[in-house]
């Protein structure tokens, strides 16, 4: 059972500026790709061939199969969350507004915390809101290929601050990166993520 590059939702030019049609190029079209092949070359005559990403990410020992099926899975996640900056849902409502203001604050606190927990990643990784097995929202960082998944919380939200995700657009400015990265963040699917 091969993996496949999902398609995306939004067209290459749609992120910009905030994320350019260079980078989406880069980071979807030869990133997310090169860990889809290196997931279907790895899992040949494991125990995995025919298992699920969540499967794999879940019970695959520490290695390059689980860090490639776990990159495939974080960067699904990362580009599905992203709409035009004029049709992305600026701000969350309702039962995930209340949430966030119960476990962070106001949603500008949030943000600032998400933002600050971002740009502190040392290295390569990720930052993400995910609920955790008590049903708490908490921001978290992950090195490498970290994944919520591996820790059996639910992700709701990621930013990728590998510097792939960032260096053709920003070059060393990650903060000016996540600064951005709110602006093309669709909190419909975060929402949907929640409620699901
Ligand atoms: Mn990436």
């Known amino acids: ?6 398609p995306l939702p939004f067209s290459a030019n749609d992120l910009s500026p905030a994320i350019s049609s260079l980078t989406i190029g880069y980071h979807y079209g030869k990133h997310h790709q090169a860990y889809i092949n290196n997931l279907n070359n790895l899992i040949v005559g494991t125990p995995f061939e025919n298992s699920g990403l969540e ?9 390059a199969l689980f860090n490639n099926a776990a990159q495939v899975f974080n960067h699904t996640f990362y580009f599905n969350q992203f709409k035009a900056s004029a049709t992305a849902k600026k701000r969350p409502e309702n039962e995930l507004l209340r949430a966030i203001e119960k476990d962070f604050g106001k949603f500008e606190k949030f943000v600032e915390t998400f933002s600050s927990a971002a740009a502190t990643v040392f290295g390569s990784g990720w930052a993400w809101l995910v609920l955790d097995q ?3 929202l908490v921001i978290t960082q992950e090195s490498n290929a970290g994944c919520p998944l591996a820790r059996k919380q639910k992700p709701l939200m990621t930013c990728d601050v590998w510097e792939h995700a ?7 400015r990650r903060p000016d990166y996540i600064k951005a990265f709110w602006d093309i963040l669709d909190w419909n699917v975060i929402e949907k993520r929640f409620g699901a």
């Open 55 to 63: 499967t794999i990410i879940a019970k695959a020992p520490a290695g």
């Open 166 to 172: 960032y260096y053709l657009d920003y070059q060393n």
């Open 134 to 136: 008590e049903g708490n």
């Open 1 to 6: 059972m091969a993996h496949q590059l999902p």
